[in-house]
């Protein structure tokens, strides 16, 4: 596989990490380089680490997770987005928030997020790419797209205040909707 290609993959492959670093960002929270550092490294991680379990897992396993899939990511998304979206109405409240740059909700981000990616590991088995240069091609190509779509978020977190919230939460839902319609259309 050419080199080309490999980058166009990885930066299609980054687009749903982009759209959630760029809802998180917007949210109008103070968001610090280590949160930054955290959600990309995690995205960039899972990004690299799925190929290479789609490459290994061969048919079977990808046959038994397409069948589900999208239900798990949409379900995912938008209670999210609907969480994001409740928030940005509720800041005046006291109480604990949900951070989505730490623990399970990073960690389950990341996951859902790179689904495509394990599909895209079994056809580059099929295509006998190198593995190694595409999954650290892959994860290297998100972890830089996830920094830009908080350095865009942040800037329209500060442009849209309160309703930045809700922007965040839209994407993420609209995200799932896509992932969800894409596979009961397609």
């Known amino acids: 596989m050419d080199i080309l290609s490999l980058l166009l993959i990885a930066l299609s492959l980054s687009m749903d990490c982009f759209a959630i670093a760029l809802g998180v960002s917007c949210s109008g929270k103070r968001v610090s380089q280590a949160m930054v550092l955290r ?14 379990i789609g490459w290994l897992a061969g048919r079977s396993l ?11 990511v949409f379900g995912l998304l938008a209670a999210v987005g609907v969480h994001m979206i409740w928030e940005s109405f509720h800041e005046e409240e006291e109480g604990v928030k949900l951070d989505l740059t730490r623990g399970w909700p990073l960690i389950s981000l990341a996951v859902i997020t790179s689904i495509d990616a394990l599909a895209t590991g079994l056809a580059l088995a099929f295509q006998q790419a190198n ?6 091609t892959i994860g290297s190509v998100t972890f830089v797209v996830v920094m830009l779509g908080f350095v865009i978020g942040g800037r329209v977190g500060e442009l849209l205040g309160r309703w930045a919230g809700v922007l965040g939460g839209v994407i993420l839902i609209s995200i799932g909707l896509r ?8």
């Open 62 to 72: 990808v046959g038994v997770i397409s069948a589900y899939d999208h239900w798990v």
């Open 179 to 186: 992932v969800l319609l894409t596979h009961l259309v397609g």
């Open 131 to 136: 593995i190694a240069i595409s999954s650290l």
């Open 39 to 52: 959600v990309a490294a995690a995205f960039g991680g899972a990004q690299a680490v799925m190929p290479v």
